[in-house]
């Protein structure tokens, strides 16, 4: 996963000063309450939030995704915690919290990534154990009134101990990359064969011999997949390459699904780089994710568009397989 415009470590430092000192307090307490503290205090130094999400914006409603990582690798997994957003103002360096939290009692359910299984209902938040699937907690419908420097506090409940994990981001003033209402892009993306582009440039997953995997995510171009009137899934990823700790196999599960939909739907997947070690980017993909110089996102990506070539949804960063198998399956019927 490589990125545009984020925010610099600097930055991030600075804002996660101003809200340490924003929420520190202090105060007596008794033996059971310094042993809750103790426990929180340990889990708040093993674990921390990282803001999943790509792309906020002053707008919405949209999806808010936040991971509970640990120094070790390690992650929360399952059940519900609550969100508290706190907005700093325009520029870090001169943030001053507000009084009260912006939005408050935002309710995030966990979400595994792509081919990740879920821990059984009920179970979590707690510690990821054997080969559970990672994810993040999604929340859904928030809105950011202002741009800026936000931070949110992921209240949880881990082995009966409250505890507070708190994180920094940026909100923009609109929406970057393409979203839902948008026209999509009638996109002339690379298919196996295409002269002068490298096997790797289609899917960084081909073979040494040319063979690109998952035939049926490359034989159309989104152009002419829009052109046949079917509902189109369209997933932007780099399968070899992506880094993020979140990263699932989101373009296999788009493979399952064009297995599942058959000829109901089109499913496409564009390859983020066209040379990755050149840091060469597929044209293709910078229509999606890369619209104007000097603007970047992350990926992956997933968007699905209706029968008249319109957007009507769109996943950053963790898709689950069921939950995007769901949209298509209400488009399609």
């Not at 008794?30 to 803001?51: I, K, R």
């Not at 990534?113 to 559970?132: F, I, Q, S, Y």
């Not at 920094?168 to 979203?179: C, D, L, P, T």
């Not at 073979?207 to 829009?226: K, Q, S």
Request: aromatic share 8%.
């Amino acid at each position: 996963m490589r990125t545009g415009d984020a925010l610099t470590s600097t930055k991030i430092a600075g804002l996660l000063a101003v809200i340490a000192i924003a929420l520190s307090a202090c105060g007596g307490a008794s033996d059971d309450e310094t042993a809750d503290t103790s426990a929180a205090n340990d889990l708040s130094a093993a674990y921390g939030a990282q803001v999943a999400s790509y792309d906020v914006a002053a707008a919405g409603p949209q999806r808010f995704l936040v991971g509970l990582i640990g120094t070790d690798g390690g992650t929360i997994v399952g059940g519900e915690v609550t969100l508290d957003f706190t907005y700093f103002g325009a520029d870090p360096g001169e943030a001053s919290p507000t009084e009260e939290p912006a939005i408050d009692d935002v309710t995030a359910s966990f979400v595994p990534v792509a081919g990740g299984t879920a821990p059984p209902a009920g179970e979590g938040p707690r510690l990821r154990t054997g080969d559970e699937g990672v994810g993040v907690y999604e929340a859904t419908e928030v809105r950011f009134d202002e741009p800026g420097f936000w931070g949110v506090t992921v209240h949880a409940t881990i082995n009966d101990v409250d505890v507070e994990f708190d994180a920094a981001f940026e909100v923009s003033a609109e929406h970057q990359i393409v979203k839902a209402g948008d026209p999509a892009p009638r996109t002339v993306n690379l298919l196996p064969g295409a002269p002068g582009a490298p096997a790797t440039a289609v899917d960084s997953r081909a073979e040494d011999d040319g063979t690109v995997p998952d035939p049926e995510l490359h034989r159309l171009t989104v152009a002419d997949a829009i052109a046949t009137g079917r509902p189109t899934l369209i997933v932007v990823s780099t399968p070899v390459f992506c880094v993020s700790r979140f990263c699932g196999p989101i373009t296999d599960s788009v493979q399952a699904l064009a297995d599942e939909f058959g000829d109901q739907a089109n499913f496409v997947h564009i390859e983020v780089w066209k040379d990755f070690e050149g840091n060469v980017l597929n044209a293709s993909a910078a229509e999606w994710i890369y619209p104007e110089e000097g603007v970047g996102a992350a990926e992956p990506w997933v968007f699905l568009i209706d029968g008249s070539g319109t957007v009507v949804q769109r996943w950053d960063n963790v898709a689950n397989q069921a939950a995007v198998g769901a949209a298509v399956a209400e488009l399609v019927g």
